[in-house]
């Protein structure tokens, strides 16, 4: 098998079809929806939250809502149906994220889309789920993960799931890789590959994006929407407060799966860091749509779709020289 990450691997320019870069169309229809860009802030509790999750959905960009505050995620949905605004939710496996989709139908409250967020998405208990919302929520947009194989993403997929998210460990947070010795970790665009040849349905590429043009890769090997977590914190709308230390200001990122997260040393399989405050999001997702619009006229194409059929050629580990920015 060939493996190969995002830094290994260049895209190779076709002759240009625009006279600016601005002709490009970054926009990607993603289940009922069309956003602006191809990409979401990953459902991360020092990602998003309800403030920032309601500003994306005013302005067209997709958003996944955490499930780590499970008690707040009805009040969420009923403000934003309130506010006319799309609704994206969390949820986990275990008994009482049953019980929560049974209160959802008694409520009558329908999300548009549904995230299973789990470590380890290819399980009975994850199939369980898809078919349980399914049944019950029929009309919701049904994404289910984390995956890491073309097995994986085909069960899910013929269980219902109408997306799927591939990921296992390749995230900036993520010590799963260290700590269970699996995982996509180090070759997540080749999975990537590996698990869009496999699938039917759209594929959400989820974690290891370090540079915008990252995005651009993970389109070109299947990806259909681009989860970034560390590339997206340390905003001024990102959770949590400023942390001021020799000078310098930043933002805590921490996994999911970490202690910061559990409130206990128990499987922990993330860890915390503490990211440079950047600033307004805003700016960092007009700077994510810019790059992408000049990767599309270096695909010698007008839209995403164009992105599909580059060449390139893969350069090993060489190409960055040691050049960060
Ligand atoms: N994308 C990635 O690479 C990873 C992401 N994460 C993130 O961390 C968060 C917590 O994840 P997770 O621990 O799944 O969520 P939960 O703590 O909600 O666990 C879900 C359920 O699955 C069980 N479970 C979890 N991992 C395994 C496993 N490897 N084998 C068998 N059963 C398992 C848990 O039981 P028990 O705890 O008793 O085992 C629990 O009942 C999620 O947001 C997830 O996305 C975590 C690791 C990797
Ligand atoms: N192994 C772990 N993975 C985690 C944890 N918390 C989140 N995640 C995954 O990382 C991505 C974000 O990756 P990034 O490279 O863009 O920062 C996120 O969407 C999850 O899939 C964790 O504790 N352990």
Not at 54 to 69: G, I, P, S, W
Not at 181 to 185: D, I, L, R, S, Y
Not at 189 to 194: K, N, P, Q, S, V
């Given at each position: 098998m060939q493996v190969f990450d995002y830094e290994d691997i260049q895209l190779i320019p076709n002759k240009c079809i625009v006279d600016s870069r601005s002709e490009c169309d970054t926009s990607i229809k993603f289940g009922p929806k069309t956003f602006k860009i191809p990409v979401v802030p990953a459902n991360m509790q020092t990602i998003i939250d309800e403030t920032l999750a309601?500003?994306?959905?005013?302005?067209?960009?997709?958003?996944?809502?955490?499930?780590?505050?499970p008690e707040k995620r009805i009040d969420f949905i009923?403000?934003?149906?309130?506010?006319?605004?799309?609704t994206?939710?969390?949820v986990g496996i275990k008994e009482e994220e049953f019980n929560f989709i049974d209160q959802l139908?008694?409520?009558n409250l329908k999300p548009d889309y549904i995230t299973i967020d789990v470590a380890h998405g290819h399980s009975d208990r994850v199939i369980e789920m898809i078919k349980y919302i399914k049944n019950n929520l029929p009309n919701s947009f049904l994404i289910a993960g984390n995956v890491g194989t073309p097995e994986a993403v085909r069960e899910l997929e013929n269980a219902g799931a109408d997306a799927t998210k591939v990921g296992i460990g390749p995230g900036k947070v993520c010590i799963t890789k260290l700590k269970t010795?699996?995982?996509?970790?180090g070759w997540q665009?080749?999975?990537?590959?590996?698990?869009a040849k496999a699938a039917s349905k759209p594929i959400i590429a989820d974690g290891g994006v370090r540079n915008d043009g990252d995005i651009a890769k993970s389109i070109r090997f299947g990806a259909d929407m681009v989860m970034i977590g560390s590339l997206l914190a340390g905003h001024n709308e990102s959770p949590g407060k400023v942390i001021e230390k020799d000078g310098q200001k930043y933002k805590a990122y921490f996994g999911s799966a970490s202690q910061y997260q559990k409130g206990e040393y128990k499987n922990v399989e993330g860890k915390r860091m503490l990211i440079p405050y950047k600033g307004e999001i805003k700016d960092t997702l007009n700077e994510m749509q810019q790059d992408l619009q000049s990767s599309i006229s270096y695909a010698g194409g007008k839209d995403l779709k164009s992105l599909r059929k580059v060449d390139y050629v893969i350069v090993k580990n060489s190409i960055y020289n040691g050049d960060v920015y």
């Open positions: 309601e500003k994306l959905a005013a302005n067209d960009y997709f958003y996944v809502m955490h499930r780590f505050e009923k403000d934003m149906n309130r506010k006319k605004l799309f994206s939710i969390s139908v008694a409520e010795g699996f995982g996509t970790g665009l080749a999975a990537i590959r590996l698990c």
